[in-house]
């Protein structure tokens, strides 16, 4: 069965340090993979995702991930992070088999330190 | 466009009374979604609808309805609230299966 792992609940770093969150996920066929950003009291938006082609995809805010079918993560990363970055991240795969639907992982919640 | 709209922000409710949970789109999506979040579990599909009339169970479907009568609006429907149904509920739509979601603002709800 699909599934993702976030292995880390809780992250804390200084703001201007760089960060990297992981996900990893199990998936037989190429995945579909998606970041999320929940930032207290509000709904997932989308950081950015990954279908195919170069491994490294940009997203929003300055945040990047990098998919390694070897390792089968999809690893959320930010060169410096600032302090309205504190907020819950989310990594997910969408299943392709019958209807398309999200596994989302238990997510990291980011601490920024001033 | 006001996105995805989610009418109560907060509910308590009693052990065995009924409520729905309103959710609107106004982007002309045709897949709507579902999820409960509870702490350190991430976020589970309740239901899902690809489309006006067409709706089905995702993983945690027990203890609640949906209908699609409109493209815009998916209610959820809890009949027999259990203490188990505490969470926050969080509607999304997307224009398809693969698209990005988009998230309305949840509904907390306690049951006690």
């Known amino acids: 069965a699909q599934s993702v792992t976030q292995p880390d609940i809780h992250i804390t770093v200084s703001e201007g340090a760089s960060l990297e969150l992981r996900c990893n996920y199990s998936?037989?066929?190429?995945?579909?993979l998606f970041w999320y950003v929940q930032s207290p009291g509000q709904g997932l938006q989308l950081l950015l995702k990954?279908?195919?082609?170069?491994?490294l995809v940009q997203g929003i805010k300055g945040f990047e991930a990098e998919f390694k079918r070897s390792q089968s993560s999809f690893n959320l990363r930010k060169p410096s992070v600032h302090w309205s970055d504190a907020a819950e991240y989310f990594c997910?795969?969408?299943?392709?088999?019958?209807?398309?639907?999200?596994?989302f992982g238990t997510g990291t919640r980011l601490k920024v330190l001033a | 466009n006001a996105g995805v709209t989610q009418t109560p922000k907060f509910r308590i409710l009693k052990i065995g009374q009924s409520m729905t949970l309103q959710c609107t789109q106004d982007?002309?999506?045709?897949?709507m979604y579902w999820y409960r979040q509870d702490p350190g579990m991430g976020l589970k599909l309740i239901y899902y609808?690809?489309?006006?009339?067409?709706?089905d169970k995702g993983e945690v479907p027990n203890g609640y309805n949906v209908s699609r009568s409109t493209t815009e609006d998916f209610p959820l429907r809890l009949e027999l609230a259990a203490p188990s149904q505490t969470s926050v509920y969080f509607c999304?739509?997307?224009?398809?299966?693969?698209?990005?979601?988009?998230f309305g603002p949840g509904t907390r709800l306690t049951v006690t």
């Open positions: 997910a795969v969408v299943t392709t088999s019958g209807t398309y639907k999200y596994i």
């Open positions: 999304a739509s997307a224009s398809g299966g693969l698209y990005e979601q988009y």
């Open positions: 998936y037989g066929a190429t995945p579909y």
């Open positions: 609808s690809v489309g006006a009339g067409i709706t």
């Open positions: 990954y279908f195919s082609g170069d491994t």
């Open positions: 982007m002309n999506h045709n897949y």
